[in-house]
């Protein structure tokens, strides 16, 4: 079982100060190896992995700030990132809707129905990997999505 620093998140092995920030390592552990002075220290980590996407940006946000622990801190990020992204393809087909009904009113051009099919294969896109996500952070898998993924385990350092 792997210690981290409840200050920073770093591997600290057993060492009783951490080599990145300083901090004491004398703590109160749990049986499951979750620090007691955490605020989600009764959560396990796949648990807290899979309630980091439910709520979608919010609970992302709540434990990408209260957990230290990599495994959630990268899932919490990537909720947020899944959920920005969805927001910005979301504003970017509304947009594209838009100039695509003003073209189809000036040419008369029969292809509205390619709007109509695209956009709830979109969504659906964006439920079927939320859902995926949730169900790899249950498995205490670290799943990461194409291109998100990669931005988030930078940003986190998991």
Known sequence: MMAFCPSCGQDVGDAAFCSKCGASQSRDVLGDGAESNSPTAGIA???????????????????????????????????????????????????????????????HLPVAFLIYWVWPVMWFACF???????????????FKLPIIGNMVEKMVGA
């Open 45 to 107: 980590e796949n648990v807290a992995g899979l309630l980091s996407y439910l709520f979608f940006w919010v609970s992302g946000l709540v434990f990408l700030l209260l957990d230290k622990r990599p495994f959630v801190r990268f899932h919490a990020a990537q909720s947020l990132g899944l959920c920005v992204a969805a927001a910005v393809i979301g504003a970017g087909f509304g947009i594209f809707y838009v100039f695509v009904t003003f073209f189809i009113a000036i040419t």
């Open 128 to 142: 079927a990997a939320w859902i995926f996500c949730m169900y790899k952070a249950f498995q205490h898998e670290k």
